[in-house]
T-cell receptor
Framework: EPEVTQTPSHQVTQMGQEVILRCVPI?????FYWYRQILGQKVEFLVS????????KSEIFDDQFSVERPDGSNFTLKIRSTKLEDSAMYFC?????????FGSGTRLTVV | KNEVEQSPQNLTAQEGEFITINCSYS?????LHWLQQHPGGGIVSLFM?????KKHGRLIATINIQEKHSSLHITASHPRDSAVYIC??????????WGAGTKLIIKP
């Protein structure tokens, strides 16, 4: 069964450093998403991406965040200058239209 | 007020029991999703519903659009069903709105 692949599974970074979280969505999917889940809290929407541009973003997705689909297969989330409160599990998802497939997540720890 | 409310927040049951988890929502939706999150953190999509009822193995999901309510049932529960079950709705703007999840523990 097709999978959404996320790398790395766990990343530890110093506060203020840039991180790039990587996702390989399912190849025929058209919509791509990033969600995050702070430990003990509900999952929150960050951004959706369609046709090589952002279609929706939440208030969380400020100027520190950016997304790219650099090569037609990878879908990346960049956090420019990480803060302690960016520590969370980050999930990538993709869909054809409705019906999501999620990656297994990247646990980001900012120290 | 949360747009997606789940109940109960925590549920512990004995193996074999019939389990019901409820979800109510207050926004207009195009679809409702039930998802499972295991302790490692990964999320698996169980059902997507826009009307009626769906069944997959021992899992059954129902939705009542008029009442803005959905239920997830597990028949003949098993310890491997222990996980967090999350209800999420497709709002009109390409994003899922998530419930807080129901932590289910099935004891042998």
């Amino acid at each position: 069964e097709p999978e959404v692949t996320q790398t790395p599974s766990h990343q530890v970074t110093q506060m203020g450093q840039e991180v790039i979280l990587r996702c390989v969505p399912i190849s025929n999917h058209l919509y791509f998403y990033w969600y995050r889940q702070i430990l003990g809290q509900k999952v929150e929407f960050l951004v959706s991406f369609y046709n090589n541009e952002i279609s929706e973003k939440s208030e969380i997705f400020d100027d520190q965040f950016s997304v790219e689909r650099p090569d037609g297969s990878n879908f990346t989330l960049k956090i420019r200058s990480t803060k302690l409160e960016d520590s969370a599990m980050y999930f990538c998802a993709s869909s054809v239209h409705y019906g999501y497939t999620f990656g297994s997540g990247t646990r980001l720890t900012v120290v | 007020k949360n747009e997606v409310e789940q109940s109960p927040q925590n549920l512990t049951a004995q193996e074999g029991e019939f389990i019901t988890i409820n979800c109510s929502y207050s926004v207009g939706i195009s679809a409702l999703h039930w998802l499972q999150q295991h302790p490692g953190g990964g999320i698996v999509s169980l059902f997507m519903l826009s009307s009626g009822k769906k069944k997959h193995g021992r899992l059954i999901a129902t939705i009542n659009i008029q009442e803005k309510h959905s239920s997830l049932h597990i028949t003949a529960s098993h310890p491997r069903d222990s996980a967090v079950y999350i209800c999420a709705v497709d709002a009109s703007n390409y994003q899922l709105i998530w419930g807080a999840g129901t932590k289910l523990i099935i004891k042998p």
